[in-house]
């Protein structure tokens, strides 16, 4: 399910002009955590290849996101957000196949993104597969 892990130069293609590739899970984590969408509007019109490569990671970030969590849409965190988008640490622990203690562990290290709903923690859909792809990345 995950790709093995790669060192940075095998991203990088073209001698004359460099081109680097970029995995449609990586563009789901940009655009999650560095905000690339905001980045893509705010910009828009500023430069024409710029832009074409924004809405190219943002077609490979949606299609991941609908392959991995069966919608386009990353989630909120917020209480009020469809609750089958978000899980406590017990099922995540299921699905990660590792402990409740383990899942809560990586949330204190800050290597699983989770949000505080009423004293429990709650983690998206989305963040469990990057959680996953990482962890088996780590371990090839």
């Known amino acids: 399910m995950t790709a ?13 002009g460099p081109v ?10 940009l ?6 969408n905001e980045v893509r509007i705010q910009n828009r019109g500023a430069d024409a290849e710029v832009d074409a490569v924004l809405v190219a990671l943002r077609v490979a970030a949606l299609t991941w996101r609908n392959a ?3 919608s386009p849409v990353a989630v909120k965190p917020e209480a009020t957000a469809d609750l089958n988008q978000w899980l406590s640490t017990t099922q995540a622990a ?6 409740d203690r383990a899942v809560r562990l990586a949330i204190a290290e800050k290597r699983l993104p989770a949000t505080q709903v009423n004293g429990r923690y709650r983690i998206a859909r989305e963040d469990i597969q990057h959680f996953a792809a990482a962890k088996a990345a780590q371990a090839a």
């Not at 680097?20 to 984590?29: E, L, S």
């Not at 299921?94 to 402990?99: A, E, F, P």
């Open 31 to 36: 655009e999650r955590h560095a905000h690339l």
């Open 68 to 70: 991995a969590t069966g």
């Open 94 to 99: 299921d699905i990660l196949y590792i402990t």
């Open 20 to 29: 680097v590739i970029v995995p449609a899970r990586v563009c789901a984590w």
């Open 4 to 16: 093995p892990r790669r060192p940075p130069e095998a991203y990088v293609h073209g001698i004359a």
